[in-house]
């Protein structure tokens, strides 16, 4: 494991020599046989030989989740089919899945990266690794197992749901770490809770959450409410699957395994790239993907990246946490929110559960923002001035931090649906 550990400290310019190298052979690659590609950069004036150093990169065209949904199922694939060994595909809200194919040394590297994810969060072949995100077709289950096993962790698959039975695993087996996503965790936390469980009881010392944007505010929580470390673990299906970037010890921005996956943040509007430290559109180009390489490929992540050293030591380029995506932006009176940034309000406010949703409906023309938010069992049990009071606290922060007058709806514990999965905190009714 010692090697793998070598490549997050690796020297910036071998590193830099190295992404060069792969950058080309890839855009070569993807010319020469994926029909989409050759078109796209034709149409855009520009060849593989053109990149004499990786900020050329930015001459070249974007592909967007569109581009994988016209080319359904295959179309994008850059190697003979008999060379694919996994299909994976994540679920379309509308329409089509969007399909990604890995050969027998993408599965390699995937299990690389998301190993490397593991020993930067700390853990070793002495832990015991449950894996509570979902099997099948989604990435989360299939990858963080690979990975697990990898650096020869016991792996306990335990897939997504089925709460007690994931709450008895980890009493029983001694299960140190757990990977799924942060609102099961909650929902975890919470049955616990019923269960009489207390996680400082238990031998968890780690999680790692990823598969949704959120926030510090919700990191905070889970921490002082279970004593574990949580980790952020970041990626998507179409870049590989979990383990494209994670964060350390220092918890300050995650490491990008940029020998794989080349990082940019673009402006979303202009397309233009951002400097270091600059908010955009977080965009990744494959650096060694055989079956199905993506060249400058859209995540609608927003994020920023630093080059500066961490103070863990690692020289791999970070990535700013992301607890907001481009598509999740709702405009509501002309004004941009985002669900994170009421997470970030309702956790900072004690009483308050970390269950809520934004119900958004349009009556004559003019938006209305309702946010229901759970109160804790305490706080319910107590006296109706003081949930009058909270009601207010809410609806003044909110004022301050998004200036929007929202109705806070308070409901009791459990009145908000809970999620084994991915977390759905919005309903736009004005879509209809
Ligand atoms: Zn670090």
């Not at 004036?45 to 930015?58: E, I, M, R």
């Not at 481009?326 to 009176?333: C, F, H, P």
């Amino acid at each position: 494991m010692v090697d793998l550990l070598l490549k997050d400290y690796v020297d910036r310019r071998a590193l830099e020599r190295i992404q060069l190298e792969r950058l080309r052979n890839t855009l070569e690659r993807v010319y020469a046989n994926v029909p989409f590609y050759k078109k796209s950069f034709d149409e855009h004036g520009v060849k593989p030989s053109d990149l004499k150093c990786l900020a050329d990169l930015s001459k070249f065209p974007f592909t967007m989740k569109q581009d994988l949904r016209d080319n359904y199922p295959f179309g994008l694939l850059a190697c003979p089919k008999k060379d694919v060994v996994r299909i994976h595909a994540s679920s379309g809200t509308t329409g089509k899945p969007t399909v990604v194919c890995y050969t027998r040394t993408d599965l390699e590297i995937w299990s690389e990266t998301l190993c490397r994810t593991l020993q930067m969060g700390g853990l070793t072949e002495n832990d015991i690794v449950q894996v509570g995100y979902g099997y099948g077709l989604f990435t989360g289950g299939l990858g963080a197992h690979y990975g697990a096993e990898r650096l020869g962790c016991s792996v306990v698959p335990a897939g997504g749901g089925n709460t007690e039975k994931q709450l008895m695993l980890i009493r029983d087996f001694g299960v140190t770490a757990v990977c799924c996503t942060p609102s099961f965790f909650i929902h975890m936390i919470e049955e616990a809770d019923k269960l009489g469980i207390d996680f400082r009881d238990t031998k968890l010392r780690h999680g790692f959450f990823g598969a949704e944007p959120w926030t510090v505010q919700m990191r905070e929580y889970i921490e002082s409410r279970t004593g574990i470390q949580a980790h952020d673990i970041f990626g998507l299906s179409e870049i590989m699957g979990p383990g494209v970037s994670a964060d350390c010890e220092c918890h300050c921005g995650l490491h990008v395994f940029e020998d794989h996956y080349y990082p940019e943040i673009i402006d979303p509007e202009t397309g233009e790239v951002k400097g270091p430290g600059e908010e955009g559109e977080l965009v990744f180009t494959h650096l060694t993907k055989e079956a199905l390489p993506l060249i400058r490929y859209r995540t609608r992540d927003i994020s920023s990246l630093t080059y500066e050293k961490c103070a863990c030591g690692r020289t791999l380029v970070r990535m700013s946490k992301v607890s907001r995506r481009s598509d999740d932006m709702l405009i509501i009176r002309g004004v941009n929110l985002f669900p994170g940034q009421v997470e970030s309000v309702l956790l900072s406010i004690s009483g308050v559960a970390p269950h809520y949703q934004l119900v958004v409906t349009r009556t004559k023309a003019m938006d209305e923002l309702e946010i229901k938010v759970e109160v804790t069992p305490d706080m319910f049990s107590d006296a109706v001035g003081q949930i009058e009071q909270l009601r207010n606290l809410i609806s003044t922060k909110v004022k301050q931090m998004i200036g929007i007058n929202a109705k806070i709806t308070l409901v009791e514990p459990g009145a908000i649906e809970r999620f084994d999965g991915k977390s759905k905190r919005v309903i736009d009714l004005r879509k209809k």
